[in-house]
């Protein structure tokens, strides 16, 4: 087993998932049978939404941060919330914010949903290896969501192959964290898939004419234990999660607020998109056609 593997504390979980699922095209999903829109709650005033996640969420690049500056650009007004904590699961995410999470959820809005959207990213470990504590834990925060905001839309965050695209495993995983995160969003109610693991997929396969290898360097996402979102997979997932919420292609920003590097004193600044993304048109329809 690959080093990588064995420090994401998943292996023998996933492993035994890998077995007891075949992976053939078969017997799996197709992208179009997984296009389920959740209805959100008409909103009096500015909508808001909640971003619920970990290092996938916020790391490199801040989906938060990227998602308010295209809703910017496209005159569209989102109040904005997140509870992000690196590197743990939902209920760890819970129990670190509880404070701050307990406080928003006892709000109230007269048109009487405080949320109008979530997205709920649940940790590697468990969204690929822990099914049932995945549910467990979806269920759970979106029980107390529901209490002021019982009509929210609601997203689930389809996590990615945990694996280098040229790892001979890659598929294989990103098979299994896609089945495990439609079967969530299939329990949960008025949900549907937010497809970043589809479209990253999709960039590595080259679709649209992306090219992933920059100077011989995947640049879609970057780490060792943990492969992250660099720019280019940053700008896709914003644009993806616009085009999947408002069913629309992005008017997207010529600046952004991106990563300036992978080194410890790097941080994320307003840039250039030209400059900063090697192919953004491409990103742009692969994310389209993953809403």
Do not use: W
């Not at 909508?47 to 801040?62: A, K």
């Amino acid at each position: 087993m690959k080093k990588h593997i064995l420090l994401f504390g998943i292996a023998a979980i996933l492993f035994t998932s890998c077995k007891d699922k075949s992976s053939t095209a078969e017997n799996q999903t197709s992208k179009e049978e997984t296009t389920s829109r959740p209805k959100a709650p008409k909103a009096d005033g500015i909508p808001r939404i909640l971003f619920i996640g970990n290092s996938h969420t916020e790391y490199f690049v801040s989906s938060p941060i990227i998602f308010g500056e295209i809703c910017q650009a496209n005159n569209q007004p989102m109040n904005i919330d997140q509870l992000v904590t690196m590197g743990v699961s939902i209920e760890k995410i819970y129990a670190d914010h509880k404070t701050e999470a307990d406080r928003n959820f006892a709000k109230t809005d007269k048109d009487g949903n405080y949320y109008d959207y979530v997205i709920i990213q649940e940790s590697t470990p468990v969204a690929g290896g822990e099914p049932d504590k995945y549910k467990s834990n979806v269920d759970m925060i979106v029980e107390k969501i529901h209490k002021n905001s019982p009509n929210v839309a609601i997203y689930i965050y389809e996590g990615m192959s945990p694996t280098p695209f040229t790892d001979s495993d890659y598929k294989e995983y990103y098979n299994i964290m896609r089945e495990n995160a439609i079967s969530v969003m299939e329990a949960t109610n008025n949900s549907g898939l937010l497809k970043v693991g589809d479209a990253i997929n999709d960039a590595y396969n080259g679709k649209n004419g992306y090219k992933y290898l920059v100077d011989n360097k995947d640049n879609l996402r970057y780490g060792e234990s943990t492969l992250h979102l660099l720019n280019d997979g940053g700008y896709l997932q914003g644009a993806l999660l616009f085009a999947t919420i408002f069913d629309k292609k992005p008017i997207m920003p010529k600046e952004l607020t991106l990563s300036t590097g992978t080194r410890d004193n790097d941080k994320m600044k307003k840039q250039e998109v030209s400059k900063a993304i090697s192919n953004p048109k491409a990103l742009e329809e692969i994310a389209f056609s993953n809403r």
